[in-house]
């Protein structure tokens, strides 16, 4: 090892932090699963590791991506990178005990492949006690109402990040509705593109900023269902 080489572990939390969205940025996915398990072992909560360390350097990613400074394939290793920490995480996450909250099929609309943002919501309903089935990308309506249906559902999730892309929600919500069983599942939708008002516009039940605002809307949406429910 070069004497100049950076030793993770003996950096301090912020530094780490630091080298961490350095290291995204590269694509170094051994060095994120290392940084991630040492933050861990201080103590860090793995929702702070998830927040602070990995979206927020995607975003940086993002950015440079967006002004052309990134490239497909840099951005790619980046994102196999975020999947390394991602997957150190997602027991973690998940492992709260909550009672089960009931049931999310999620996936990636057709003609889209982005799947991290997807993956994190799924991951923070799974550690909100959801059970959770994810049809991956590139999803044709045909797939989510097979799924939905076979699954028994309650919610549906959609995830876009192309805006030419997102109008695919309305293919599959507008089915949804001349096959009749629109009303019988929540509809949340989200993806960096979309917006309050393009969930309304489309028939979805609410737009979710981000995986925890996913996580706290399905909630609400459940129990206002079983109040329901108890009602009549
Ligand atoms: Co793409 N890409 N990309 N890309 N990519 C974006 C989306 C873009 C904004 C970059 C840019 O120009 N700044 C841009 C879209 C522009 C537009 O449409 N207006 C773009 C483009 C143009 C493209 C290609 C067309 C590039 C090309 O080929 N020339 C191509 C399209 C491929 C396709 O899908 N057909 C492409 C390809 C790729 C990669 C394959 C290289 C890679 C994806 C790898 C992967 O996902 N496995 C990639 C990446 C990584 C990005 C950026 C950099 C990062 C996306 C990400 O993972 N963010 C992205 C830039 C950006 O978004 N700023 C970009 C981190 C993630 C945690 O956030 O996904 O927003 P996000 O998810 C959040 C919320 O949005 C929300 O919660 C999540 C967690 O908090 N959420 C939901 C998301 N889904 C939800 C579903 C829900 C609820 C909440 O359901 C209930």
Same mark, same amino acid.
């Given at each position: 090892?070069?004497?100049?080489?950076?030793?993770?572990? *003996?950096? &301090?939390?912020?530094?780490?932090?630091?080298?961490?969205?350095?290291?995204?940025?590269? #694509?170094?996915?051994?060095?994120?699963?290392?940084?991630?398990?040492?933050?861990?072992?201080?103590?860090?909560?793995?929702? &702070?590791?998830?927040?602070?360390?990995?979206?927020?350097?995607?975003?940086?990613?993002?950015?440079?991506?967006? &002004? #052309?400074?990134?490239?497909?394939?840099?951005?790619?290793?980046?994102?196999?990178?975020?999947?390394?920490?991602?997957?150190?995480?997602?027991?973690?996450?998940?492992?709260?005990?909550?009672? @089960?909250?009931? @049931?999310?099929?999620?996936?990636?609309?057709?003609? &889209?492949?982005?799947?991290? #943002?997807?993956?994190?919501?799924?991951?923070?309903? *799974? #550690?909100?006690?959801?059970?959770?089935?994810?049809?991956?990308?590139?999803?044709?309506? *045909?797939?989510?109402?097979?799924?939905?249906?076979?699954?028994?559902?309650?919610?549906?999730?959609?995830?876009?990040?192309?805006?030419?892309?997102?109008?695919?929600?309305?293919?599959?919500?507008?089915?949804?509705?001349?096959?009749?069983?629109?009303?019988?599942?929540?509809?949340?939708?989200?993806?960096?593109?979309?917006?309050?008002?393009?969930?309304?516009?489309?028939?979805?039940?609410?737009?979710?900023?981000?995986?925890?605002?996913?996580?706290?809307?399905?909630?609400?949406?459940?129990?206002?269902?079983?109040?329901?429910?108890?009602?009549?």
């Amino acid at each position: 090892m070069a004497d100049d080489d950076i030793i993770l572990s *003996e950096l &301090d939390d912020d530094e780490l932090v630091q080298q961490m969205h350095d290291d995204l940025y590269d #694509g170094l996915k051994d060095e994120i699963e290392e940084a991630v398990q040492i933050l861990l072992d201080r103590g860090w909560a793995p929702y &702070d590791v998830l927040t602070r360390a990995l979206v927020a350097g995607m975003t940086i990613v993002g950015a440079d991506f967006r &002004d #052309g400074i990134l490239f497909v394939p840099e951005v790619l290793l980046a994102a196999n990178a975020m999947k390394g920490g991602m997957a150190i995480l997602k027991p973690l996450l998940a492992e709260t005990g909550a009672p @089960k909250m009931g @049931k999310m099929v999620i996936g990636t609309v057709k003609g &889209d492949i982005h799947d991290i #943002g997807k993956n994190l919501v799924g991951m923070m309903m *799974e #550690g909100a006690g959801f059970e959770v089935v994810d049809l991956g990308i590139n999803n044709a309506v *045909e797939k989510y109402l097979e799924a939905i249906k076979a699954e028994e559902a309650d919610i549906l999730g959609m995830s876009a990040l192309l805006t030419t892309t997102m109008p695919y929600m309305k293919v599959v919500i507008d089915a949804m509705k001349e096959q009749g069983i629109r009303d019988d599942y929540i509809v949340l939708v989200g993806g960096a593109p979309l917006n309050e008002e393009f969930g309304r516009a489309i028939g979805a039940d609410a737009y979710c900023r981000d995986a925890a605002v996913a996580v706290e809307t399905a909630k609400t949406f459940i129990a206002r269902r079983h109040n329901q429910t108890a009602a009549h």
